[in-house]
C-alpha cells in the first residue's frame, strides 16, 4: 500500500514529514495525509518522491518490486545514445559533458544551455564586453583585446 510504503521509505532515509514535505514541494500535511492513507499524491508530487528516495515511480505504485532505481551509468547512456556531431563521433570529455546535461532536470539544463550560448556568442564577436570592463575603463585600466592563449586579432567595438 502506498501510504506504508512512504512511511518506510521516510522512515528509512531519517527525515520527519515536515522535512521531506519541503523537499518535494508540497505542505506538511500532504505527507501525512498521504502517509494515513487519506489522499495520494498526484504525478508531480509522486515524480518528486520518485527522485527524492532514489526509486521508480512503478515501486511507489506498486508496479514494480525492485525498490531502488540503479545509478545513472554515463557510460550507459552515452552508448545508448550514439552521441556524435556533425557525423564524427564525440571524444570522451564532450560525450561526458552531453550524458550529464541530459540526465539534470530541464531547469538545470536551461541554465547551462544560456551560459554557453553566452560564452559561445562572446567568443564568436569577439567582445570582451562585460560590466566588469565597464567598471575597469572607469579605473583607466586597458581593456584587453584577446583572451589569454588567444593569438588572433581582437575587433575592439
Partial sequence: MFSEILKDLRSKSGISQGQLAKSVGVSPGN???????????????????????????????????????????LERVKLEQGLSCDGSPLETEEADLIAMFRLLPSYEQEDLFDLIYF???????????????????????AKPTSAPGDDSQSINA
Avoid: C, N, Q
Fill in 31 to 73: 505527507v501525512s495525509d498521504w502517509e494515513v492513507g487519506k489522499t495520494k499524491p498526484g504525478y508531480v508530487a509522486l515524480a518528486a518522491l520518485a527522485r527524492f528516495f532514489g526509486v521508480s515511480a512503478d515501486y511507489l505504485l506498486e508496479l514494480d518490486e525492485a525498490p531502488v532505481k540503479t545509478g545513472v551509468d
Fill in 119 to 141: 560564452k559561445y556568442k562572446k567568443h564568436v564577436e569577439k567582445k570582451m564586453e562585460s560590466i566588469y570592463w565597464t567598471y575597469a575603463a572607469e579605473k583607466g585600466k
